[in-house]
């Protein structure tokens, strides 16, 4: 069964505080080759029936998102590759 | 004058909001979040607090409330709102106000009183003030840091719709220290500072808050900038 993944990033332009902090704990692990950390979020749904990638576009549009300041990028994913099952971990 | 103030799961301000325009002299009604019927009110307050837990992003989940369907319906025909903090979230949610309210750039919860200068007295809320006048009222939020494209920054600028600005220090780092805004009409203002908060010498640090208040009833009274926007309840 396919499930709807919903990519959300914060636009190139909006500062990323977050994403700053989290750069500059980096050399704290001994990491000084990262210029740049930005985080997003990802959202999985899955429909009832057949995955609808126009309507997922329409949620992710009108709710999931804030397009004044973020993008957002709607893909199928098959749901085999996503689960979080111990073998995938391996 | 009956002023509305929404109470939205996770609302904290709303009983500030409700006590300050009664001080006012405004009878305040309850509205709830879930009751499209906003009870023949003049006017509406929606308060700060974390509606929703802020999940997703603040005010995201609120703005589909049922309450706040019928105010986008009524602020559209030129009833007054005002967003404080997560009110203010809300209205940009809403797509009444432009832009959005993001992540404190230093990531610090600030809770302090903060200096702002009044750039707008052309509203709802605010024709009370002069004209730079400066007020201090507490400011308190995580996710405070207005945004938008210098494009809507611009137009805000030229427009005379930043309603204020902080001075003495930029809490939060919005973008040109924009603490308020106002829409076209001047009907619909956001407020990220708390004006409820400063309305009694025992717990404030002054009374200018009660200028956001006095004014709706001014301007619901029949007071308007030179007619270009009536404040009046229009519904």
């Known amino acids: 069964m396919a499930r709807v993944v919903v990519d959300v990033m914060l636009k190139p332009e909006i500062l990323d505080p977050q994403g700053q902090a989290v750069a500059n704990a980096l050399p704290r692990l001994g990491v000084t080759d990262v210029s740049s950390v930005r985080i997003g979020r990802r959202i999985e749904i899955e429909f009832a029936g057949e995955p609808d990638l126009d309507r997922a576009h329409e949620i992710a549009d009108k709710l999931l998102a804030n397009p004044v300041i973020e993008d957002f990028a709607v893909h199928l994913v098959d749901s085999q590759v996503v689960d979080d099952t111990p073998a995938e971990v391996g | ?235």
């Open chain 2, 1 to 235: 004058m009956r002023i509305g103030v929404v109470t939205f799961p996770g609302s904290l301000d709303d009983g500030d909001a409700a006590r300050a325009v009664r001080i006012s002299g405004g009878e305040t009604v309850r509205l709830w979040h879930g009751d499209p019927d906003l009870r023949g009110v003049d006017a509406v307050v929606l308060p700060g607090g974390f509606s929703y837990g802020d999940y997703l992003r603040c005010g995201a989940i609120a703005r589909f409330a049922p309450a706040m369907e019928s105010i986008i319906d009524a602020a559209g025909g030129g009833m007054p709102v005002l967003g404080i903090c997560n009110g203010f979230q809300i209205l940009c949610e809403a797509h009444l106000l432009p832009g959005a309210l993001t992540r404190n750039q230093h990531l610090h919860f600030r809770n302090r009183d903060q200096y702002l200068r009044v750039e707008s007295v052309n509203t709802a809320w605010t024709n009370r003030f002069a004209l730079g006048q400066e007020i201090l009222i507490p400011v308190k939020n995580g996710e405070g840091c207005y945004v938008a494209d210098d494009r809507t920054l611009d137009a805000l600028e030229a427009e005379g719709r930043v309603v204020a600005r902080y001075t003495r220090g930029n809490p939060n780092g919005s973008q040109r220290d924009i603490a308020a805004i106002t829409n076209e009409a001047g009907n619909v203002v956001g407020i990220m500072p708390h004006p409820e908060h400063a309305v009694e010498t025992l717990t404030g640090p002054s009374l200018d808050g009660l200028g956001f208040f006095t004014s709706i009833l001014r301007a619901l009274a029949g007071w308007s900038a030179g007619g270009q926007h009536a404040g009046g309840p229009q519904r």
